[in-house]
């Protein structure tokens, strides 16, 4: 079956570095679009950042451009979230998606992971 398995959360002070990994497995990765999207409390999912199947068109959110970098390794089936200088607003559940057409758009995409958790401290 189709899983989606994100790793590499925690906790780190204002400033730091986290880099994320989503293990995809049960699927044909490289044919589809990647994602993250987070969701902090109280707040509605929003879209971080999407590559696609061939890594060679890559979008981010205005808040995240020149902070994240996101990336795909297709022999491994693993997308990364790379992640500097984070700040508390980064504070979220963090969740990757696939999609057979990629965009920004949550209902474009077909499988969800179930998260990994990034706390940013002042």
């Known amino acids: 079956q189709v899983q989606l398995v994100e790793s590499g959360g925690g906790l780190v002070q204002a400033g730091g570095s986290l880099r994320l990994s989503c293990a995809a497995s049960?699927?044909?990765?490289?044919?589809?679009?990647m994602a993250w999207f987070r969701q902090a409390p109280g707040k509605e999912r929003e879209f971080v950042a999407t590559?696609?199947?061939?890594?060679?068109?890559?979008e981010y959110t205005d808040s995240v451009k020149g902070r994240f970098t996101i990336s795909r390794d297709n022999a491994k089936n693993t997308v990364y979230l790379q992640m500097n200088s984070l700040k508390p607003e980064d504070t979220a559940i963090y969740l990757c998606?696939?999609?057979?057409?990629?965009?920004?758009?949550?209902?474009?995409?077909?499988?969800w992971g179930q998260g990994t958790q990034v706390t940013v401290s002042s």
């Open positions: 049960g699927f044909t990765f490289s044919s589809y679009a």
């Open positions: 590559i696609s199947w061939s890594g060679g068109s890559i």
């Open positions: 998606a696939a999609s057979l057409i990629g965009f920004e758009y949550e209902r474009n995409y077909d499988y």
